[in-house]
């Protein structure tokens, strides 16, 4: 799977929660490093290294070229035990002379005579003492080493001379831990990793982020094609039938598309009786089902909805309507259909009624075939929502009374394998799968036509600002116009003969 600029951009965004929480976590590291790791002073000696020699220029300038030429190989002999040791003894250190040596930093810069020797400590007092003192033994030490001997076996004054010329001071702030660098480093490891499990998360996820990648599972698997994508929208919960909380909105726009589709869905036999299913519970079917039936009343057309999701019936409870007198009541002979279809406003339901002990067997018999055939010749459209179809066999029991199936997959959570099996299984009946609906779709990732669906709607306070103001304008030269004249659907009384 290759992904371009534009695949990045959608894992920033279907990702962010996971980017933000690891960037957050890696900042903390950094923080918790710093504040957990014990602070550390570093104190820094200088010595200049000079050679003993006449006032005389050309032996000044050997000696310069000798001291430069030697002074690389002082720099190792500041580690060195006949440096540490006695250090160690004098100031009493609770560490070993190689200890010590670990702590000790020599650097000799090139094309001069000069030599730094560091100290790192975690008491910054204690830094600068052995600073200093290691910088006196070494240049003790470089002197006994550069001490010739003469004709007589006897050593000679030693020609290099090391003196100090900056002691070392006692650091005002530790070197380590550095906070900026620490959490500075911390974020970017973290926005890095978190980049990379975002990108990883959606390499290996294969649920229906939009109606997109349904659309391309679909045609892989040989199915129909996605006929509209329903937006989430967090009032669904408080108002199930969306044409009543907002006619203009992208979720109720999305069910007109559905709508619209479904009848060219089969232009030889146009579908009557549609069962909505899913793969899997929760995915929105019984949200479908229930704006379906409202969006097909919408036109005027005679509608029922039909709960035949005899594991966890919801249609009654979403709607405010009675469950336990409805489907099964008649099929057991309990009550007519008349006495148990209830009213939604614009379409009739037929609830679930008591869940039986045996739903598959329900549902497949005769009688709720012949109950079908009553109320499509009763009903323009008949709506059927149904049990899930891949745990239950309720869904392919009822095929030969159907119509067509409408396939619900949920955005984020319908994987790929689901949506192919689901088909496999609805094909298995001889029942054509008439589309797919993607439910809870993300706005943003459905392109612009839902933003567009947002701004181009009716303006309600102009609309009545408008009308009262044609209003006025009626009552100003229409004669005999009253106050009663200006309520909306009042009717003029007519003249009567005389």
Same mark, same amino acid.
């Given at each position: 799977?290759?992904? %371009? ?37 570093? !104190? ?8 003993? @020699? ?6 000044? +300038? ?9 002074? *690389? ?23 070993? #002379?190689?200890?010590?040596? %670990? ?17 790192? %400590? ?9 600073? +200093? ?23 000679? #004054? ?18 380590? #831990? +550095? ?34 990648? &349904?659309?391309? /599972?679909? !045609?892989?698997?040989?199915?129909? !094609? ?81 709960? /035949?999701? &005899? ?19 008649? &099929?057991?002979? *309990? ?49 059927? %929502? ?43 009946? +001889?029942? #054509? ?15 612009? @036509? ?36 200006? *309520? ?11």
């Amino acid at each position: 799977m290759t992904l %371009d600029l534009r695949d990045y951009l959608r894992v920033l965004s279907r990702r962010w929660h996971v980017i933000a929480v690891v960037t957050v976590l890696g900042t903390v590291a950094g923080v918790l490093a710093s504040v957990l790791v014990t602070p550390e002073y570093r !104190a820094t000696t200088t010595l200049f290294v000079s050679l003993q @020699a006449d006032t005389d220029t050309s032996q000044l +300038n050997q000696g310069n070229s000798f001291a430069q030429a030697r002074v *690389q190989s002082y720099a190792g002999v500041a580690q060195s035990p006949e440096v540490t040791g006695p250090v160690v003894k004098a100031l009493r250190l609770e560490m070993t #002379p190689a200890q010590l040596a %670990d702590r000790i930093e020599a650097e000799a810069p090139l094309n001069t005579v000069l030599v730094r020797l560091t100290v790192t %400590d975690t008491h910054a007092a204690r830094a600068a003492q052995i600073s +200093n003192a290691v910088a006196h033994r070494f240049a003790d030490v470089i002197r006994k080493l550069e001490r010739p001997e003469s004709k007589k076996g006897k050593l000679a #004054p030693s020609p290099v001379r090391l003196t100090v010329t900056h002691p070392a001071t006692v650091p005002t702030a530790p070197s380590s #831990p +550095n906070t900026a660098v620490n959490v500075a480093l911390g974020l970017a490891v973290g926005l890095l990793l978190g980049l990379g499990l975002g990108v990883a998360l959606e390499t290996v996820d294969t649920s229906m982020r939009d109606s997109k990648a &349904l659309a391309e /599972c679909l !045609a892989g698997a040989g199915g129909p !094609a996605v006929l509209s994508s329903i937006v989430q929208d967090p009032r669904a919960t408080r108002q199930p039938i969306s044409l009543r909380d907002d006619a203009h909105s992208p979720r109720a726009e999305g069910f007109r598309k559905l709508r619209v589709n479904l009848q060219f869905a089969e232009v030889d036999k146009r579908p009557k009786v549609i069962a909505v299913t899913s793969p899997l519970p929760r995915e929105g079917k019984s949200s479908v089902s229930v704006n379906l039936a409202a969006t097909l009343a919408e036109e005027g057309a005679k509608v029922c909805l039909i709960d /035949c999701d &005899l594991r966890r019936p919801s249609v009654a409870p979403a709607l405010g309507l009675v469950r336990d007198a409805g489907l099964t009541t008649v &099929l057991v002979g *309990q009550a007519e259909l008349h006495e148990v279809l209830q009213s939604a406003g614009t379409f009739s339901v037929l609830a679930s009624g008591r869940i039986p002990p045996n739903p598959t067997q329900l549902l497949g018999s005769t009688y709720f075939a012949s109950l079908l055939r009553t109320l499509a010749g009763q009903f323009d459209h008949v709506v059927v %929502d149904t049990a899930p179809v891949l745990p239950f066999a309720d869904t392919t029991a009822m095929a030969p009374a159907i119509d067509g199936y409408l396939l619900v997959a949920r955005a984020g959570r319908t994987n790929r394998s689901q949506v192919t099996d689901a088909l496999r299984m609805l094909e298995r009946v +001889n029942v #054509p799968v008439l589309g797919a609906v993607l439910n809870a779709a993300p706005v943003r990732g459905e392109g612009d @036509a839902h933003a567009y669906a947002y701004s181009y709607r009716p303006k309600q306070d102009t609309t009545a600002r408008l009308s009262a103001l044609v209003s006025s304008r009626l009552a100003a030269v229409v004669p005999g116009r009253g106050p009663a004249d200006k *309520q909306p659907g009042a009717r003029v009384p007519s003249k009567t003969r005389s």
